[in-house]
């Protein structure tokens, strides 16, 4: 048994300086992602008996718009994820203060621009139409509209802390924070069962307050402590670099609409298809089947900035050697998507109860939405981490368009329900693999050129 700790431990601390550093932030990562996974799977069955299927149905809708709202950032984010990271690598310190300092104040103004725009014109959206929700629902779509989407601008401009940890190779924060996070929604939903009847406007109260009190402490711990010397402050405020982080950051924005698009978009079709029940169906499935997506993405996420950091320093051999580890690991998802399929309609049956009826077509499907997830992951963080991203705008443009006319196409035209909206998604995704491999072989032999370099 000492033996193979010692093992263990070897495996963890040898290696690349890099490679030790992702490591230990995978280990703390899996074990915060595993308990938030677990509490999201307990979520689900609490959640519905404290607000019903059509009341959660609406909810998960509700959020998956929010999630369009949530890249509001125009990508900037994004954008200094990575250059923040390459300032780090090159040792200049005040060029990624200058970086931090210069995000905050943009989306600053950007969000308080953005919340003055939704409270002026909420009174007049029909959200109960476009949500599709039925006369017996009571609950004030509007007043909960506007709780989540002020909430949400506070809470992009301080998770950008998040996004300075995540640049310098600390991913296993956001999960830290994801968990604690969760943990306090679950614990406080369970209070509301008990003391409250059902309320969306409590639920989406319990939703944000953690979140964006979890991330003010991180905040003021890190910017305070560790990473006192890249604390955001007025003096180092750039207005200069905003090319830079616009630039590469808006052809991450392009991309983000892209994968809600390829992702969000279906609850609303869905519940304006079928109903917010049968979103409660589509969303139970696809939680299940992701378990292995999020898990992978635990493991994957490190070498984003880690890959950033080796190609300044063109070192090309080591991103190649993570490319190959991550495929071995990319059959072992293969094998635990197959056992979950096979035990699907038990754990369906075991988690959420046995009055749940999902099709043995959309449990497949969602497998197969999974298993090209995970394999164009491997790929897309190395060319995120890259920033040539060129060909990935263009092939998101391409989803853009598609996505939602193949949905209807499918479910309606085709007869295949929801099952043909996740068929679609799953298509709309798998056009990647036509670029993506040979634009990361460009890259680990140094050969990039043209629109593979851009």
Known sequence: ME??????????????????????????????????????????????????????????????????FGFLDLGIGDGLRNKFAESRAANRIQLAREYVSTTYALLALMMGGFLIIILSITNVIPWASILNVPGSINDNIGILVIILFSFLSIEIVDELIITVLISDQKPAIRHIVDFFSKALFLGAVLILSYLYPPSLIYVALSYAIP??????????????????????????????????????????????????????????????????????????????????????????????????????????????????????????GCLALIVFLVLSPYAYRIWVGSNFHASFSLSLVWALFVVVQIYTAIYFFIVNGVGNIQLQLYAYMVVIVINIPLSVFFAKGLGMGITGVVLASTLCHALHLFYLPKQVDKIVTGRLYGIWAK
């Open 211 to 332: 979140t964006l009190v979890i991330l003010t402490i991180v905040s003021v711990w890190f910017y305070t402590g560790e990473y006192r010397e890249f604390r955001p402050s007025v003096k180092f405020i750039k207005w200069g670099h905003y090319k830079d982080l616009l630039g590469l950051g808006f052809k991450f924005f392009i991309i983000q609409i892209g994968v809600l698009v390829l992702i969000s978009t279906d609850n609303i079709i869905i519940t304006q298809l079928y109903g917010p029940a049968q979103v409660t169906v589509y969303q139970i499935v696809g939680k299940y089947f992701t378990v292995i997506q999020m898990v992978f993405m635990v493991i994957v996420t490190p070498f984003w900035s880690a890959t950033t950091e080796a190609y300044v320093k063109k070192d090309y051999a080591w991103i190649k050697s993570i490319k190959k580890k991550y495929i071995t690991l990319f059959w072992f």
């Open 3 to 68: 033996k193979l700790s010692n093992r263990l431990i070897n495996s963890i601390t040898s290696g690349h300086e890099r490679s030790v550093r992702a490591k230990k932030n995978i280990i703390v990562s899996l074990f915060f992602r595993g308990g938030t996974i677990l509490i999201n799977l307990i979520l689900v069955p609490v959640l519905l008996h404290y607000l019903d299927a059509v009341r959660y149905g609406i909810w998960l809708t509700i959020v998956s718009v929010l999630a369009w």
